[in-house]
């Protein structure tokens, strides 16, 4: 059964350390999606990949946030330094376009805490 | 982008009744996706239907259905004989043909009463 993994499942870390959360996208599928969910702003998008290109982040802060996808099977999300208004859970989800659209599958989430 | 709206904050069921969650969109696209998601309180994603807006039939999987009635831009899930594992959020989303971003509504929360 094909689902995306994410990593990790949860990570406490200091104010102004480095946090990396790792994706693995269902095989074959060409599109990566990075999104936010917060109590106060829902899920937000943060940015999008297709066949491994960024197409949009102008969902994330630039200063701190960075998304890649160094191969077909990895997507990351960093953010240097972490403040505590990063805390939330990160989701990624893959999909493949299919008739202009795409249907996402959604990784369990990376919850983050900021102290 | 699309505005995705969801006036519920909370809906109650009783259990094998039929339960309608309200979705509105605001886009000038002609051509866009509707999505509902399903959030346990596991906390993960679930992908549950899909309408394309050029779809003439409105979507079923399941006991899932959508209301799509594209002159008042809503999406409405409609869930048949809800069943207590049903209580979850649901968000709807919206993307646009070719942009392929998805953009969600702020949820609702279902509450399957035995």
């Known amino acids: 059964d094909a689902r995306v993994t994410q990593t990790p499942r949860h990570k406490v870390t200091e104010m102004g350390q480095e946090v990396t959360m790792r994706c693995q996208p269902i095989?074959?599928?060409?599109?990566v999606f990075w999104y936010r969910q917060t109590m106060m702003q829902g899920l937000e998008l943060l940015a999008y990949?297709?066949?491994?290109?960024?197409?949009?982040d102008s969902g994330m802060p630039k200063d701190r946030f960075s998304a890649e996808m160094p191969d077909a099977t990895l997507a990351t999300l960093k953010i240097q330094p972490s403040e505590p208004r990063d805390s939330a859970v990160y989701f990624c989800?893959?999909?493949?376009?299919?008739?202009?659209?795409?249907?996402?599958?959604f990784g369990q989430g990376t919850r983050l805490t900021v102290v | 982008a699309q505005k995705i709206t969801q006036t519920q904050p909370g809906m109650f069921v009783q259990e094998k009744e039929a339960v309608t969650l309200d979705c509105t969109y605001d886009t000038s696209d002609p051509s866009y996706g509707l999505f509902w998601y399903k959030q346990p309180s596991s906390g993960e994603m679930i992908f549950l239907i899909y309408?394309?807006?050029?779809?003439?039939q409105n979507a079923t999987e399941g006991r899932y259905s959508l209301n799509f009635q594209k002159a008042r831009k809503s999406a409405n899930l409609v869930i048949s004989a809800s069943q207590l594992g049903d209580s979850a959020m649901y968000f709807c989303?919206?993307?646009?043909?070719?942009?392929?971003?998805?953009?969600f509504g702020t949820g609702t929360r279902l509450t399957v009463i035995p």
């Open positions: 095989l074959g599928h060409n599109t």
């Open positions: 989800a893959s999909g493949r376009v299919t008739g202009g659209h795409t249907e996402a599958f």
């Open positions: 989303a919206s993307d646009q043909t070719g942009a392929n971003n998805l953009f």
């Open positions: 990949f297709r066949n491994r290109a960024p197409l949009d």
């Open positions: 309408q394309g807006s050029y779809d003439q």
